[in-house]
Each structure stands twice: as structure tokens, then as C-alpha cells.
């Protein structure tokens, strides 16, 4: 369903178990930047009502996960760390040049966006299936649904407001482009790395 074209190693599952503090805090901060990128693409793009509504309501919804991962981390005695750069992100982020019509912006943002969700569903049904700890593994099944729920929306998004085989194409395109950099990741105790 997500049509990423590298899975992530299940043994990744491992490193963020002996690294659970820092999963938690990186996952933290994922959320806190989701919520981000709905308002800046509130603020980006408002003559898109239909993606302003989506977004005031993503905001919501990130946030309350963000709460949600940051009351787990005080459950387990720990402190929310520091943030720090995704490398994921940062890669991800050269794919598309600057520049280029609103639309065309504003279709790239989406399928950035889509992208970052759907890897990041793929990594919370990885924890949900595998991690030791079933109260953990629970909450990311949960929020394994939500994430498949904003990448579909994501891309939806992208579909409508952008020519559709040029959108699929580049669609296709960047999924290429994130298995590169994921043949070097996937080593770290981060949601994405």
C-alpha cells in the first residue's frame, strides 16, 4: 500500500529498542514538526481551502500526538532530549528544485510530505509488531493507522491540484530517489535514520 521501494530491516526495530529514550524523543519531535509543516502550509498556501481545513485539523491531531509521545516519555522516567537534524528529511529535501509555480510548490510539498508519512507508517507497524514492550507496541499500531490515514491524504492532495501523470511520475520518481538514501540509513535510533 505504501509503495516504498526499500523496507526498512526489522532488525532497525532492535536499535530502537536498546535506544528507547532516544526513539521517543526523536518521535517527539516528528510529531512537533508535522505540525509545522500543516501550518506552513497554511500559511504557504491559503487559497486552498480544502487544504487549509485538512491542515487546521492536522495541526490539532500532531500536537496531541506530540503530547501523547512526550506523556510516554515522562511514564518511563525519561526527559524529553534536545532535537536534532533528521538526516532523512534533509536528504529528502534535494530532490525537487526551488522555485516553480505556487501549484507546483505546493504539489512538491505535498509529496514530500506523503513520503515522510508513509515512511514513517512503516516504521510505526515495525515497532507495533515487533517490539517487546506491548503497551508500546500498542500505541504505534495506533498511530501506525494515523500516519497511512495523512499519507493518503498527502498524496490526495498532491493528485488534485496537480497534473495527475506528471504527479504519479514524480511520485514514482521520489520514491526512487528516498530508496537511495535509505540504502544508508536505518542504523540509528531515530523515527527515519
Not at 518521535?27 to 508535522?34: G, I, L, P, R, V
Not at 499519507?151 to 514514482?172: C, I, P
Request: charged share 25%.
Amino acid at each position: 500500500m505504501l509503495g516504498l521501494k526499500l523496507p526498512t530491516d526489522p532488525r532497525w526495530v532492535n536499535i530502537a529498542e536498546m535506544n528507547l529514550e532516544e526513539i521517543l524523543t526523536d518521535h517527539a519531535f516528528c510529531e512537533q514538526k508535522a505540525a509545522s509543516t500543516a501550518i506552513s502550509l497554511i500559511v504557504s498556501f491559503p487559497e486552498y481551502t480544502d487544504v487549509v481545513q485538512e491542515m487546521t485539523a492536522l495541526v490539532e491531531e500532531e500536537m496531541s500526538h506530540f503530547k501523547m509521545v512526550h506523556d510516554l516519555i515522562l511514564d518511563y522516567g525519561y526527559t524529553l532530549g534536545r532535537d536534532r537534524k533528521d538526516e532523512y528529511v534533509h536528504q529528502l529535501l534535494k530532490f525537487f528544485p526551488k522555485g516553480g509555480s505556487r501549484t507546483t510548490q505546493l504539489v512538491h510539498r505535498l509529496l514530500y510530505a506523503a513520503l515522510i508519512e508513509a515512511r514513517s507508517c512503516e516504521r510505526f507497524r515495525l515497532l507495533s509488531e515487533h517490539l517487546s514492550d506491548k503497551k508500546l507496541a500498542k500505541f504505534y499500531k495506533k498511530l501506525m493507522i494515523s500516519e497511512a490515514h495523512h499519507y493518503t491524504m498527502f498524496l490526495k492532495f498532491a493528485r488534485q491540484y496537480g497534473d495527475r501523470n506528471a504527479v504519479d511520475q514524480k511520485w514514482e520518481n521520489l520514491l526512487q530517489f528516498e530508496a537511495e538514501i535509505m540504502k544508508n540509513l536505518g542504523t540509528s535510533e531515530t523515527i527515519h535514520g
